[in-house]
């Protein structure tokens, strides 16, 4: 497992990047880590991609660097399934854990663990953002193109973020972790529009796919942690894996997830089986050579990209769903993360119309749950 | 580079230090240098007193063949391996396209000639069309360890980078019983059976020649009535079927549930690729109002069939 404080090999600064009081903060935060100011970031990483692990590379190694373009962006799911209308903040990007499924090993040019320092652009992109968004219930979150927790005991971006978020009562803002860097959002006070989320796994997948990520045991203490703090959690089973004693395995999971936050405090659980692009097939063989996680019957979706062959993804959810009600988790706002019509049918019976109808079914607020 | 005149046995024909083309046939040439003579001489070097061909083997060889004496050569006076064969290189690049062997040929010889690895991912990679990243590095160069009656079949079939790039990650042993299999395939199914028999061994911890051994498969290889194609295509879907038993056994049950209907045969269904959702499609061409209620009449008489339903259950999930 990778310590809660980790610490790169290396810090990187693109010139542009330089004097960013986030940039300070961060060379503060990392006193005798190397660092090298450099000129061209398109050189650095042409370098990088003749190393022997790129990937292994980029995750021990930190570029400081300004986000030239959006920092947000509509979370671009999957064609032919169903999203759920949810907004991307791309901070960071990547992740000191190395999980064999993870996308980001090929669907990120750039390797290195990124973050974008310039701040005072996104609070202003998030300022125009939000005031065109009319509608109550969105969602938005840090998560998707990296950790939201990983590096913020470097950045301590969740408490700028959680004191931003706090004001816009109106957006659901989520941070999303498999780490237990809890420590910054501790230190700061709770509101019903901010979630912290983990990602869940049966412990068998979380040992042996999740490389250096801390034990389903220990994200639930500090989930634990959180919602004793009065704040409300999320969870993700994503992905769904599945493998020898899957049933046992994730009703262990479910049970001790239950057992250690209550489920009103829950303010969703998504779901989604193991599906990923076929350029990464070759890389996952590469990177995680003891890794089965493609060998049960994956088939190309609508989307190109392999998932279970759907009467698989049907056991899996149903057999997941009917264990959370049975354990007491039947009042939680499910959804299902990059799934078909069928499958929201035939499974948790709703017939969403589109991503806004999911939307809807997971912003309700706490207390008006069927 | 001067050019001179030589005998063509004081050319080294032994020394292969700075060749990169094996598989290639003569025939056109020889017809060409006999009808023009030899437009473009083979450039060769001196090491230890003999002379070595450093670009121009085919013409070189194609001469042999014609006893053509003298030989017009381009002399290179360079001693240094790597610079000698860069300049060939080079200049190859600018008049021809690489084969995949050669290219592999090309990095194992820089290699050889003690050029660093970096320099050879960031430099002469992009040369080679090939993207400039540690992991192409590594494959040319596998394919360049491939053994040569290896690489003839690979050169006579053209097997596609997509195969090649899976068939190194076999043992030699276990490639071996791969070749008569996969060559009949189009390019497409070289690469979709690679990645089965790959899957299946790896997941089962079995050999090539254990997965092909077994029951059904081995009759299908063994037997003298089907072609090498047949045989091959018999193979992928068997193989198919020990991958993907679930989804092998919802499209048996659709072609049983299709036959009981007596569909009509000019009118094609189909589920949706993979069963991904229950819909199917017909599709039926028409050449006028006659023909059009026809079909769709031989459709309602398909509907009628009492066991017409047993189509959409064949694709319930629960």
């Known amino acids: 497992m990778i310590e809660a404080n980790f610490k790169p090999d290396k810090i990187y600064i693109d010139s542009q990047a330089a004097g960013y009081p986030l940039t300070e903060k961060i060379q503060h935060n990392t006193k005798g880590i190397p660092f090298e100011i450099v000129g061209s970031v398109h050189e650095l990483l042409e370098d990088i991609r003749t190393v022997k692990d790129p990937v292994s590379f980029g995750k021990k190694n930190l570029l400081l660097t300004v986000q030239k373009g959006e920092f947000i962006k509509p979370c671009p799911c999957t064609p032919g399934y169903i999203g759920c209308n949810y ?5 960071d990007l990547n992740c000191p854990l190395d999980c064999s499924y993870c996308i980001l090993q090929h669907y990120l ?14 609070w202003a992109q998030l300022d125009t953002f939000l005031a065109n968004q009319k509608r109550d219930g969105l969602r938005i979150g840090t998560g998707e193109l990296g950790d939201s927790l990983a590096l913020d005991h470097l950045t301590e971006s969740s408490k700028d973020l959680v004191s931003y978020f706090r004001k816009k009562k109106n957006v659901l803002f989520e941070l999303k972790t498999k780490t237990i860097n809890v420590e910054n959002i501790l230190a700061v006070e709770p509101a019903e529009n901010i979630i912290v989320s983990w990602s869940l796994n049966a412990e068998e997948m979380a040992e042996s796919e999740e490389r250096g990520a801390p034990s389903i045991a220990e994200r639930l203490e500090a989930a634990q942690k959180l919602a004793g703090k009065g704040f409300r959690l999320g969870f993700h089973f994503d992905p769904i894996i599945l493998h020898p004693g899957w049933e046992k395995g994730y009703k ?25 692009a076929p350029h990464l097939k070759p890389i996952i063989r590469k990177r995680f050579p003891e890794s089965r996680i493609f060998y049960e019957e994956l088939i190309r979706g609508r989307d190109g990209k392999f998932r279970y ?15 959370l009600r049975r354990e007491g988790g039947g009042r939680i706002p499910l959804y299902f993360c990059m799934e078909s019509r069928e499958i929201w049918q035939e499974v948790l019976k709703k017939k969403p119309r589109g991503k806004e109808d999911v939307e809807r079914t997971i912003s309700l607020p706490l207390g008006r749950r069927a | 580079m001067k050019i001179k005149d030589i005998g063509i046995d004081e050319l080294e024909l032994g020394d292969e230090r700075f060749r990169i083309s094996y598989f290639f046939s003569l025939d056109s040439l020889i017809r060409s240098i006999k009808e023009v003579g030899l437009v473009n001489p083979p450039v060769v070097t001196a090491r230890s007193g003999r002379l070595l061909i450093v670009a121009g083997w085919k013409r070189a060889l194609a001469c042999r063949e014609l006893s053509l004496s003298p030989l017009p050569v381009f002399l290179l006076e360079e001693a240094d391996d790597l610079k000698a064969f860069r300049m060939s290189f080079l200049e190859n690049l600018t008049v021809r396209r690489f084969s995949l062997l050669e290219k592999s040929e090309i990095i194992r010889k820089l290699v050889g000639f003690g050029e660093g690895e970096k320099k050879i991912i960031k430099t002469y990679l992009p040369l080679l069309a090939i993207p400039p990243t540690y992991d192409y590095y590594t494959l040319f160069m596998n394919i360049s360890s491939l053994k040569p009656e290896e690489k003839e079949l690979i050169h006579k079939k053209n097997v596609p980078l997509a195969a090649l790039q899976r068939l190194v990650e076999f043992t030699p042993e276990d490639r071996s019983p791969l070749y008569p299999l996969l060559l009949p395939l189009g390019q497409n199914k070289q690469k979709d059976l690679l990645e ?22 081995k009759t299908v290889l063994l037997s003298g009535n089907l072609s090498p194609l047949q045989k091959a295509d018999k193979v992928n879907q068997l193989l198919n079927k020990k991958r993907f038993p679930l989804l092998s056994a919802r499209q048996e049950a659709f072609v049983s549930a299709k036959k009981k209907l007596a569909w009509p045969k000019d009118i094609k269904i189909s589920p949706t690729p993979f069963y991904e959702d229950k819909k199917m499609f017909i599709e039926f061409s028409f050449q006028s109002k006659k023909d059009f209620l026809k079909k769709i009449s031989a459709l309602h008489e398909a509907a009628a069939i009492e066991d017409f339903a047993e189509l959409f259950e064949t694709n319930e999930d629960d």
């Open chain 1, 109 to 122: 040019s750039n390797p290195f663990l990124t973050i974008h320092v310039n701040r005072e652009d996104l």
């Open chain 1, 87 to 91: 907004f991307i903040i791309n901070l």
């Open chain 2, 196 to 217: 089965i028999i790959q899957e299946l061994c790896l997941s089962g911890g079995l050999s090539v020649k254990e997965i092909l051994e077994d029951g059904e498969l």
């Open chain 1, 309 to 323: 062959f759907k009467p698989i993804r049907f056991r899996l959810y149903k057999n997941i769903i009917d264990c």
């Open chain 1, 252 to 276: 262990t999971m479910i049970k001790s997830l239950l057992s250690s936050v209550d489920p009103d405090r829950i303010a969703w659980i998504s779901l989604g089986t193991l599906r990923f």
